[in-house]
């Protein structure tokens, strides 16, 4: 199989180059992201827990599901496909903000991206696929901020950024 490429981009989200994903993440580059966030009729988030083999933030909980667009892919084609990938379903997404974020990690690997948040809404099950998810649960919005104050530790390091400084932007009641 062909080796796994990210979008390298500059800070206007333009289009600089590709690199293999582990190389980008190893030399710390920026490249282009997403991630996607879907809620159900009650407003609760539906979490994703990483599985334990991921090259980075294994075992912590996150956001629906995260990954990076490939060339030539739309933000919401890539939110998709990759929602089907790890996640098992489909839903239509529409886009939010979008920032730049940088998370160096204690395994050598950093994460500098130019992340695309991306809103669904899905009243089912999800059906995971287990080389990418450890497990899920729903949890009100109001319920994850309170527990990413008691235990940082559990979770990723876009999804607190997203929470402490767009909120108001992935809370639809807001
Ligand atoms: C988009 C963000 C914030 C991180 C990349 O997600 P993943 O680390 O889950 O990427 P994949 O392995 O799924 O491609
Ligand atoms: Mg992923
Ligand atoms: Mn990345």
Redesign the pocket.
């Known amino acids: 199989m062909e080796e796994e490429k ?1 979008i390298l981009v500059n800070e206007q989200d333009e289009q600089i180059g590709l690199m293999p994903k582990m190389e ?2 190893e030399k710390a580059l920026l ?1 282009r ?1 997403f991630s996607v966030f879907v809620f159900n009729n009650d407003n609760e988030l539906m979490l994703q827990q990483r599985a334990l083999t991921k090259y980075h933030s294994p075992g912590l909980w996150t956001n629906t599901c995260c990954s ?1 667009q490939r060339e030539g892919e739309t933000n919401i084609e890539a939110g998709k496909r990759r929602l089907q990938e790890e996640m098992g379903f489909v839903v239509d997404l529409k886009e939010t903000i979008a920032f730049i974020y940088k998370a160096p990690f204690d395994n050598g690997l950093t ?1 500098y ?1 130019y992340d695309h948040v991306l809103l669904g809404t899905y009243n089912g099950k999800p059906n995971i696929n287990t080389e990418e998810v450890a497990d899920w649960k729903w949890m009100p919005l109001e319920d994850v901020k309170v527990d990413i104050s008691l235990h940082p530790e559990h979770y990723t390091a876009w999804f607190k950024v997203i929470f402490e400084k767009f909120y108001e932007h992935i809370n639809i009641n807001s």
């Open positions: 990210v980008a993440h490249h992201a990076h994460e991206e």
